[in-house]
């Protein structure tokens, strides 16, 4: 494929068409020969789908589809040799089972070799679900499927009949039961390095979100291990499988709480075939300036509180109707020998109208200049005729009405509004009245009022702020789809700066209230939805874990009821993890950063990787001055590149990753750290997907323990 799409590439050069015709085409073809080219080596297909012959089948009676991450043809009107699991005929991939076949007789999973670029000899294992009984059971409880083996030698199907006279659904994951042999394997392999697809595991209920129609916003309370990650990831990439001109046309955007979570998760829909999506975080998508100052935490608080959102409103249209000092004057406009005259009734009239639309500010502008100027020409058409569209355009950028513009409804810039509304008591205290109190509009108020507001040094709460002002000013470009992942940590003006990216898009909004670790999270999905501009948008739980061992989110389960989130407790289907809670000091290991040196190399012997996790960044640092003194290579939570195995990182930066095996140093510390700690030591103990190791000196929090005695 990626062969023929380069000779396209060459015999397009030759295409009789115009200039720009030829340009667009050459670019298409251009860029499809190079995503082939970048394509990653990996297996084309990991599943099989066999139909039957009966009505169920439809138009698929009798055939049999491979599964893959992208569409296979020898030739471009051929029929695929791999159909793409977004395709329709492959939800029945991931939605048939045994009590609802969907016309599939058998489907068969393939298992790959890890890392595997597709090579024959990396296939090794097959194993297959018997949907329909069309095939009698052999005399010991297996299937007779013609002689088939697996690969070593073995019937490739082992499943035996149920109570119905059905075979049982083997190999299906989900509320049904433990996944099969391939799906565990696949689920259980090893973590190393970014974040991988999860074409092949989708399960029913995960398909389900991540089919919903585009016009669909959704909302994912998923427990930690759920993989709600993924799905939104998928359904991104579904959407611009099924939906490829409305999408490229407004836009995908994928909303990440950091960049160390983005790069996490960078290599996901490239290696689905998707290469133009923008991946982002709220502050770097209204990042106007530079931060260079820091907010108390009162203050950073206030200002992403949802009702700074009519402060700012008030504050910038306060500017509209001119100076009270300064009457309104009528618009003299000269045409020649003729003067044409808007009396003061009028343009009053003219400006309460446009008031009272509420527009955007700019628009209000351009509409005050165009109501002045259809006076003057409504005058001029009595006298001697319609005037042209030149006369209408030089009236309307004359210097008296657009002195009556600037004068009625002033341009502005954001900074402005801001540095004038924090740099100024009078002025805070005048739209703030009745929204905010005396105390909070002191805790807002800057020490210093600058000179300018080109002066000033901006924080990151600033920038929230400065995004609500320009959205009320103009509207923003939007975009077709947004996903949005941790957003249980977003704050009110966080979300509206959201919603106005979103106005004509849906959303998909990812989260776990319980993992909510912000000073403003939310703490309910109607509330935090409002903001976001869905207040109507269902909330589907995940709460069946895929990754997580059962051991270790009973653990975490047990931060629920104190954290006071009101979500359903999560439970696991793997119950191969481990877990072990050690006191320091001990005879083995008498202080802390001995007893992390052991465990990292203890972890070291097993295969997958290793995440260190500390209170915060300082500890973290002491961390790997430690291991690199004891010899051991680390690497940080943002280079998903980096060769090392072991990476050390504070709790603040663990939401959204996971490794293979966890330490967890002092507990008591990660909740120490900030005024929401146990929420953050809910995220920090359920990101290991084998084993977690929980270190500590200082007493465990007594919501881990059940006693606030324990030793």
Not at 140 to 147: P, Q, S
Not at 189 to 214: F, H, K, N, Y
Request: hydrophobic letters at 40%; proline letters at 7%; charged letters at 25%.
């Amino acid at each position: 494929m990626a062969e023929g799409a380069q000779e396209h590439v060459v015999t397009g050069q030759d295409v009789s068409a115009s200039g720009a015709d030829a340009e667009v085409l050459g670019f298409e073809l251009r860029s499809h020969a190079k995503r082939l080219r970048e394509e990653a080596d990996r297996p084309l297909f990991f599943g099989r789908l066999d139909f039957g012959h009966g009505e169920a089948a439809a138009d698929h009676r009798g055939q049999r589809y491979y599964i893959g991450r992208r569409r296979i043809t020898e030739e471009v009107a051929a029929p695929p040799l791999v159909v793409d699991w977004r395709a329709p005929v492959s939800q029945a991939f991931y939605q048939a089972s045994a009590r609802e076949p969907r016309g599939v007789e058998i489907r068969r999973r393939f298992g790959w070799a890890p890392w595997s670029s597709g090579a024959p000899e990396d296939l090794t294992s097959l194993e297959d679900e018997l949907l329909t009984a069309a095939r009698p059971f052999a005399p010991d409880g297996r299937t007779d499927l013609d002689g088939r083996t697996d690969l070593d030698g073995r019937t490739d199907l082992d499943v035996r009949p149920g109570p119905d006279g059905r075979p049982d659904q083997a190999g299906r994951g989900g509320a049904g039961g433990a996944p099969g042999g391939i799906l565990a394997s696949e689920i259980e392999r090893p973590r190393v390095g970014p974040m991988r697809d999860i074409a092949a595991t989708i399960q029913p209920e995960q398909d389900d979100l991540v089919r919903a129609a585009l016009d669909s916003s959704l909302c994912v309370q998923g427990a930690p291990g759920t993989g709600k990650t993924a799905v939104g990831l998928h359904r991104a990439a579904y959407l611009l499988y099924t939906y490829p001109q409305r999408i490229q046309r407004a836009g995908l955007l994928i909303l990440g709480p950091n960049p160390a979570f983005l790069s996490y998760i960078a290599d996901v829909l490239p290696s689905l075939g998707e290469f133009d999506v923008r991946q982002s975080t709220v502050d770097e998508e209204i990042g106007r300036h530079p931060v260079r100052a820091v907010d108390s935490e009162r203050a950073a608080a206030l200002k992403h509180d949802a009702r700074m959102a009519e402060v700012l409103r008030r504050a910038l249209y306060a500017r509209v109707g001119g100076q009270r000092d300064r009457p309104m004057r009528p618009v003299e406009v000269a045409d020649g020998s003729y003067r044409w005259r808007v009396p003061v009734d009028e343009l009053e009239r003219i400006v309460a109208e446009a008031r009272e639309e509420e527009p955007p500010y700019a628009i209000g502008r351009e509409r005050i200049r165009v109501r002045v100027a259809e006076v003057l020409r409504g005058q001029a058409e009595r006298r001697a005729g319609p005037p042209g569209g030149q006369w209408l355009r030089r009236v309307q950028r004359s210097r008296p009405v657009s002195a009556f513009v600037d004068a009625v409804w002033p341009g502005v810039q954001p900074e402005e509004v801001v540095a004038a509304l924090l740099g100024d008591a009078g002025e805070l205290a005048a739209a703030a009245a009745g929204v905010l109190t005396e105390d909070e509009q002191r805790a807002l108020l800057w020490p210093k009022a600058p000179r300018s507001w080109r002066s000033v040094r901006w924080s990151a709460a600033d920038l929230v702020l400065l995004d609500e002002v320009a959205g009320l000013m103009d509207r923003p470009e939007g975009y077709g789809h947004v996903v949005v992942d941790e957003a249980q940590d977003l704050s009110p003006m966080q979300c509206r700066a959201i919603a106005r990216r979103s106005g004509f898009g849906s959303l998909t909004v990812l989260g776990d209230l319980a993992q909510g670790t912000t000073p403003w999270a939310a703490r309910d999905w109607p509330e935090h939805l409002a903001h976001l501009g869905r207040p109507r948008t269902a909330v589907v739980p995940l709460t069946t874990g895929f990754r997580v061992p059962a051991a270790v989110l009973e653990l975490a389960n047990r931060l629920l009821e104190p954290i006071g989130a009101a979500v359903p407790r999560a439970r696991s289907l793997r119950r191969d993890g481990e877990l072990r809670v050690r006191r320091v000091p001990d005879p083995a290991a008498p202080d802390l950063e001995a007893a992390t040196v052991q465990a990292v190399r203890t972890a070291l012997t097993r295969e997958g990787s290793t995440g260190v996790i500390a209170a915060d960044e300082p500890s973290a640092s002491r961390l790997r001055d430690v291991l690199g003194a004891a010899g051991i290579e680390t690497g940080t939570a943002d280079d998903m590149g980096a060769a090392a195995r072991v990476t050390v990182l504070p709790g603040t930066l663990a939401k959204g990753l996971e490794y293979d095996h966890v330490i967890v140093v002092e507990p008591a510390a990660v909740v120490d750290a900030e005024e929401r700690g146990l929420n953050r030591l809910y995220v920090v103990l359920t990101r290991a997907v084998s084993r977690l190791d929980v270190l500590h000196h200082r007493p465990l929090p007594a919501a881990l323990t059940g006693s606030p005695d324990q030793p």
